[in-house]
């Protein structure tokens, strides 16, 4: 089991940063792929980006923006986000995926972002 809680979320202005962090316990290996979707209203969950031991990856809405970096020690991994744009509004989900056989994913419970003047 993994549990995943997030926080840093908020209203912002157009062009201004916001930082997420979720802080991941119980069943947790560095191995393990973590990461960040987002679901805004009416729009299917899609992906913001992702880390593993191959690297980084992100969605190329938001590459060169944000940036994902993960703390394997305090079971961290947060999203810098910077010149954020209204149609960065939605709820971003920390996102856990064991790749030691069950490839079983966990999320968060979600933090809203507002990108608004």
């Known amino acids: 089991q993994v549990q995943l809680v997030e926080s840093g979320g908020g209203l912002v202005q157009p062009g201004g940063s916001l930082r997420l962090s979720c802080v991941a316990s119980g069943s947790i290996f560095s191995r393990d792929i973590m990461g960040w979707y987002r679901q805004a209203p009416g729009k299917q969950r899609e992906l913001v980006g992702i880390?593993?031991?191959?690297?980084?990856n992100y969605a190329d809405s938001v590459s060169g923006r944000f940036t994902i970096s993960r703390d394997n020690a305090k079971n961290t991994v947060d999203l810098q986000m910077n010149s954020l744009k209204p149609e960065d509004t939605a709820i971003y989900f920390c996102?856990?995926?064991?790749?030691?056989?069950?490839?079983?994913?966990?999320w968060g419970q979600g933090t809203q972002v507002t990108v608004s003047s």
């Open positions: 880390t593993s031991t191959s690297g980084t």
């Open positions: 996102y856990y995926l064991i790749v030691r056989g069950s490839n079983r994913v966990y």
